[in-house]
């Protein structure tokens, strides 16, 4: 019968459209990874396809998987022998039942299934499962040039799969009414970081410039598909799981069927400050609006600065996660940068929510109006452990010729200040907020602005440096860039004098000498991270020194509990979780109280006073003492060939002739002409073995 109920006659000619809303006999069987295909699609879709005697190796609430029995495997990596079957509810069978399904083969967004009311028998039950693929260091592949198959993780859609030693790569997400959702994971046993370059493949026409293989070892983990509670479960955790390697939203995850892990610990703190150490640290505070309407304001070119509005209730949880932040992450630091804060106003109500919460800590805050539509600015709050004599913004009026806008959107602010203790430490502090990765792939605009704010900092460094050379100058904050090349610019390498321009697309002349240090170098290597991106750890937020600043520095830490932790605790104002989405960095400097040039924590004779008593005039032949103000000992040579003996202070670590004869109880007579050559050589031997 044709449409309609239509009586044929036989031999009877019969057009196409007779036979419109007839289904077709099934055709088959076939077996799964025939269904399956080599290719990214099945080639069988739109079809009406039967395949029996599989083995069901994972139930979810809306349908079931299948795979293959190893006996029947084709035993060809390119091919999965797993498939999903989407019932629509309840499916009626359990893992290891025998199963023959007849069903249409769909892509749904690319994802294989079987669909449309399937016809499922089950013939059997108990069923050995076939063994699971074992996913580790080497599957998938990290390689995207050479993966194990053509489509590596098609290889394995829907097949049964293992990890012994995991490693979770990012917090949970967050989507609406799903408030903890799946985290990045890799099956390796430890981390996946960003590296330099493009990412691959590259740019074919620059061989020279690096290429990052974007961590193709990174996929998802989601627990509840197949009905385990999605937990919270920090990045950096490790993990074992046995499931089935599913699909969704364009990305391939494994929905684990068992799972353990071992919670990261965060909180993780800085250290706790040594004795004579003051802190400087740069805290993204991830758009930090209040609840106030304010008035529209403008840019440099009249272009509106309009703010977000948030509830009351969602301002009062902002800044309380944030106090705990600052206060028992960061060690609330002496100097604090901050970036990504609405406005003065929300810095000051900052600064009191902290006095309040411990009266001990009390800063002021500091915030000049940028340029950024989005009226997100940069800041600072000071302790009153600093004197503060200067807070100046930098290149609001700076134009980007390429398009007559505003260079800087965030202009970097300088701070310039003394930390007040014994004689006061001068310091200079500049925070930046440079333009984001967004869009660099594809945007020559983008690239240029990147590379041309980096030059617009460095020349200003540049001259800072050469007005004074002994300028003790930290630039912290958000770069949103690497401590290597992107491939495209290497912002900070172009801003600490640093850089190879054979690996970039763009660059500029090397304006900044001598070269500024960045202090994530110092760190080891698993702790480079301040942001994590699409499960890939990465530092975005940096502290460059000068050389005069470095010998000071004893240390730069991440106060770790932001990028690692779950994005809904951001709602959360019990914890300073998920405050922001950066780790904050604390720079641990040493002071030098009695200016004698050798910092305190090397300092054997505090409080060294220069120049000392020995007046010029009585100084003896090869005698030495300090009395011209600065830390080089002087001496009056004799007629002929002298010692050649020079000393400082940083060889007699710190100590004054005077301090030298006290400590060693000598004579007058060194106190009078001065500490001989002998006295000189023995004490720097002493304290300098």
């Known amino acids: 019968t044709g449409s309609g ?3 044929f006659s036989p031999g009877t000619r019969v ?26 699609a099945s080639p069988f879709v739109g079809r009406l396809i039967q395949s029996v005697d ?6 979810s609430t809306d349908g079931f998987f299948m795979q293959t029995p190893a006996s029947r495997s084709d035993g060809d990596v390119d091919t999965s022998d797993g498939i999903f079957v989407f019932t629509g509810d309840a499916p009626g069978v359990a893992v290891g039942d025998q199963v023959d399904v007849t069903a249409r083969v769909q892509e749904f967004f690319d994802f294989t299934e079987f669909s449309g009311d399937p016809v499922v028998q089950v013939d059997g039950s108990g069923l050995a499962l076939p063994p699971a693929v074992v996913f580790d260091a080497t599957v998938p592949s990290p390689d995207p040039a050479a993966p194990s198959c053509v489509l590596e993780y098609e290889c394995y859609e829907g097949m049964l799969v293992s990890i012994a030693e995991g490693t979770v790569t990012g917090s949970n ?7 903890v959702a799946e985290v990045h994971v890799t099956a390796a046993p430890e981390r996946v970081f960003r590296e330099p370059g493009v990412e691959f493949p590259g740019i074919p026409s620059e061989p020279a410039i690096p290429v990052w293989d974007g961590n193709p070892e990174v996929f998802e983990l989601d627990p509840d598909k197949l009905g385990l509670p999605n937990e919270i479960i920090p990045g950096g955790s490790r993990f074992s799981a046995t499931g ?17 892990f071992e919670p990261l610990p965060i909180p993780r703190p800085v250290r706790a400050r040594a004795a004579g150490e003051f802190t400087i640290g740069s805290l993204n505070l991830f758009r930090l609006f209040d609840d106030v309407n304010d008035p529209p304001g403008t840019n440099t070119l009249g272009e509106p600065r309009d703010d977000e509005v948030v509830s009351s209730e969602e301002y009062a949880t902002r800044r309380a996660k944030f106090v705990a932040y600052i206060l028992d992450v960061l060690g609330a630091p002496d100097i604090l940068a901050v970036e990504e804060a609405e406005k003065l106003a929300v810095l000051e109500n900052l600064a009191a929510d902290i006095a309040a919460a411990n009266p001990g800590v009390r800063y002021t805050a500091y915030l000049q109006e940028g340029n950024d539509i989005g009226s997100i600015d940069v800041g600072f709050l000071v302790r009153d452990t600093v004197a503060v004599d200067a807070v100046t913004q930098l290149g609001r009026d700076e134009i980007f010729d390429f398009d007559g806008s505003p260079l800087h959107d965030r202009p970097p602010l300088l701070l310039e200040g003394r930390v007040l203790a014994g004689e006061d430490y001068p310091i200079t502090v500049m925070v930046v907020h440079n333009r984001s990765l967004s869009g660099i792939e594809d945007s020559h ?14 020349a200003r460094v540049q001259a800072m440096q050469e007005e004074n050379p002994d300028l003790r100058l930290a630039i912290v904050g958000d770069f949103n860039a690497f401590e290597f090349t992107d491939g495209f610019v290497d912002a900070v390498g172009q801003i600490a004098g640093h850089f190879d321009p054979e690996q970039n697309l763009l660059s500029g002349p090397d304006l900044v000498t001598p070269d500024l240090i960045d202090q ?25 020194t000068s050389r005069a600043l470095d010998a000071s520095v004893r240390g730069f830490e991440y106060g770790r509990g932001n990028a690692d932790a779950a994005e809904v605790l951001l709602e959360d104002a019990t914890t300073p979780l998920r405050s922001s989405d950066h780790d904050g960095l604390v720079l641990f400097i040493t002071t030098d109280v009695d200016a004698d040039g050798v910092n305190d924590d090397g300092d054997f004779c505090p ?19 300090l009395v011209d103000g600065d830390a080089a000992f002087d001496t009056r040579a004799p007629g002929g060939e002298g010692p050649a003996a020079a000393f400082s202070t940083a060889d007699t670590a710190g100590c004054s002739c005077a301090q030298i004869i006290a400590a060693q109880g000598l004579g007058t007579g060194h106190s009078k002409f001065g500490c001989s050559l002998g006295v000189m050589r023995h004490w720097v031997s002493l304290v300098s073995p």
Not at 173 to 179: A, E, L, R, V, Y
Not at 252 to 259: F, I, K, V
Not at 607 to 625: D, F, K, Q, Y
């Open 445 to 458: 605009r983008v690239r240029l602005k990147r590379l041309t704010q980096a030059q617009s900092i460095a």
């Open 15 to 40: 057009t196409g459209a007779q036979f419109a809303g007839c289904e077709p006999l099934p055709t088959g069987p076939f077996e799964i990874y025939e269904i399956q295909g080599e290719g990214a």
């Open 607 to 625: 409080m060294t006073g220069i120049p000392e008593a020995v007046l010029a005039s009585a100084l003896g032949i090869n005698r030495w003492a």
């Open 520 to 544: 994530v170098l110092s760190i080891g290597a698993a702790e480079r991270y301040s942001f994590i991106f699409g499960g890939s750890a990465q530092v975005l937020d940096h502290a460059l």
């Open 54 to 59: 599989n083995v069901v190796t994972a139930v």
């Open 244 to 260: 089935v390697l599913g699909f969704e939203f364009g990305g391939y995850e494994l929905w684990p069927s068992s799972l353990s």
């Open 173 to 179: 997400q967050h989507f609406g009414s799903d408030p």
């Open 5 to 7: 109920g239509t009586l």
